[in-house]
C-alpha cells in the first residue's frame, strides 16, 4: 500500500476496516429478511413500499441508507464477508443430542408420535347400549 498508493497501512487499520464492513454487511443481510422487504437482485436494492419506508425510517433513522436506494459495493461486501452468516436456524440447544437432530428435507424421516395420532381413531361408547363402536373420526375433532 506504501508503495502503490504512499499511505502506510497498518495491522490494526485493516482489522478495524474489515469490522466496520462485517457490521454493514450484517446490517444489510437482517434488513433483506424482514418481513415486509423486496431485494432488487439487479439494482441491488432493498425495496419498500412509500409508506413503510417512511414509518420504518422514523423508528430506524440509522437503516434509511440502506432502503430504496441501490448499495452500490453489495456485491464487493457479499465477497469480503461471504454469504455464510449464522441465522440460528439449525441451533441445537444445551443437552440436546447432537446428530440426532434429521433434516426437515428428509424423506426418510420417520413420523413423530404426533404425526403418528393424527392416523388414529378413538372408539366412542354408547352407554345407554352399552357397546363400543369404532367411529373413523380423527383425535382432536369432536362431535356434539
Known amino acids: 500500500m506504501k508503495n ?3 499511505v502506510t497501512v497498518t495491522e490494526a487499520n485493516v482489522t478495524n476496516h474489515l469490522r466496520t464492513i462485517r ?3 450484517v446490517k444489510i443481510k437482517k434488513l433483506k429478511e424482514l418481513s415486509g422487504m423486496g431485494w432488487d437482485n439487479r439494482l441491488k436494492m432493498i425495496i419498500m413500499g412509500e409508506s413503510e419506508f417512511r414509518n420504518y425510517v422514523q423508528a430506524h433513522p440509522q437503516d434509511e441508507p440502506y432502503l430504496n436506494k441501490p448499495i452500490e459495493d453489495h456485491d464487493l461486501l457479499e465477497l469480503i464477508c461471504g454469504n455464510d452468516q449464522a441465522t440460528g436456524s439449525h441451533a441445537v440447544q444445551f443437552g440436546d443430542d447432537i446428530g440426532t437432530h434429521m ?3 428428509d424423506d426418510s424421516r420417520r413420523p413423530s408420535q404426533i404425526d403418528a395420532l393424527d392416523d388414529m381413531f378413538f372408539e366412542e361408547t354408547d352407554y345407554h347400549h352399552n357397546t363400543t363402536t369404532a367411529h ?3 383425535i382432536g375433532e369432536y362431535r356434539t
Open 103 to 105: 433434516d426437515d428435507n
Open 23 to 25: 457490521r454493514r454487511w
Open 136 to 138: 373413523p373420526q380423527p
Open 4 to 6: 502503490e498508493f504512499g
